[in-house]
């Protein structure tokens, strides 16, 4: 008679207030059994470490699918991995539109139901002290949030477009490429996420472009008065890859960076992603 042993979650807290590291082995990640468990610390913590887990991409690919539904990068893509490198020469269809990835973000802000996870496992890192990934807790932010603050923002909307985050990294565009990532479209979202759990997130980051009936000034205070509130030191972690290293981030209640480094210094991370499973509200 085989006794069937059952896989504990294996986890220890990064900061209090965000991030937790994973430490079950491979194979008692892939089997599935602790993916429900997974799923609530990811959502509970912002962002889950698995240090040195080094996945192949087929298991990579395989672990996305035991957290929810796999996403392709595009509609109709096939089942696998997304190169992420600012390299031109590996990356030449997105390495431009990455630029934008070194500025706080929420991965598709465009799509009404944005992804829930990104999943970035570390091939080739970059030289210490450059291309750590920044993450902030925005549920975190918005709950410590003075109340007079929160009612003050509760019901704004917030117009986001790719074409606000190029202004980051190249301040003076022709026109031609202006209309090119506008031609992406815009899309207006609430500025406070009321989540259907009853959390509460804020929706902040690069592709924000003004908030609704505010003047210049004053959206621009709005937002990135949230941003530097939300990306202060007990919100955000920043994490320093080793080869092999896998991270998950919560979309929905987090924004993410990756710091400066040098675009042909061969950092490579593979990325895939969960579908969104909850509107932007
Ligand atoms: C991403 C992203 C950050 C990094 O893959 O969506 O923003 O550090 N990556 O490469
Ligand atoms: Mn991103």
């Known amino acids: 008679m085989s006794l069937a042993t059952k896989v504990e979650l294996k986890a220890e807290t990064i900061k209090p207030k965000i991030g937790s590291r994973v430490l079950n082995a491979k194979e008692e990640l892939l089997s ?26 087929d298991e990579q690919v ?3 699918k035991t957290l929810g539904t796999f996403a392709p990068e595009r509609p109709g893509d096939p089942e696998v991995i997304s190169k992420i490198t600012l390299d031109v020469k590996e990356n030449p269809s997105s ?29 080739i890192p970059s030289p210490k002290g ?13 709950d410590d949030l003075p109340d007079e ?23 003076e565009p022709s026109l031609a490429k202006l209309e090119g990532y506008a031609q992406v479209g815009e899309q207006e979202l609430p500025l406070v996420w ?8 804020l929706v902040i980051g690069c592709t ?19 941003r530097d509130w ?13 080869a092999g290293d896998l991270v998950i981030w919560d979309n929905t209640g987090t924004m993410h960076r990756a710091e400066p480094y040098d675009p042909t210094c061969g950092r490579m991370m593979h990325r895939t992603k969960l579908e969104g499973e909850e509107p932007f509200a």
């Open 32 to 57: 599935g059994e602790i993916a429900g468990e997974l799923r609530d610390l990811l959502e509970a913590r912002g962002v889950l470490v698995f240090p040195k887990i080094d996945f192949t991409d």
């Open 62 to 64: 395989a672990f996305t």
């Open 208 to 226: 924000a472009a003004e908030v609704v009936g505010k003047s210049a000034l004053e959206s621009a205070k709005i937002i990135h008065g949230l």
């Open 130 to 142: 450059t291309g750590n990934t920044g993450f902030a807790n925005t549920y975190s932010a918005y």
């Open 230 to 242: 939300a990306t202060g030191p007990d919100f955000t972690y920043s994490h320093e890859w080793e």
């Open 194 to 201: 009321k989540h259907k759990s009853g959390r509460k997130s």
């Open 149 to 171: 603050k929160k009612a003050e923002i509760e019901d704004l909307r917030v117009v986001h477009g790719p074409w606000a985050s190029l202004f980051y990294y190249e301040p």
């Open 95 to 123: 390495a431009e539109y990455l630029k934008g990835s070194l500025y706080w973000h929420i991965d598709g802000t465009r799509n009404g139901v944005p992804i829930l996870a990104s999943l970035l496992s570390c091939k």
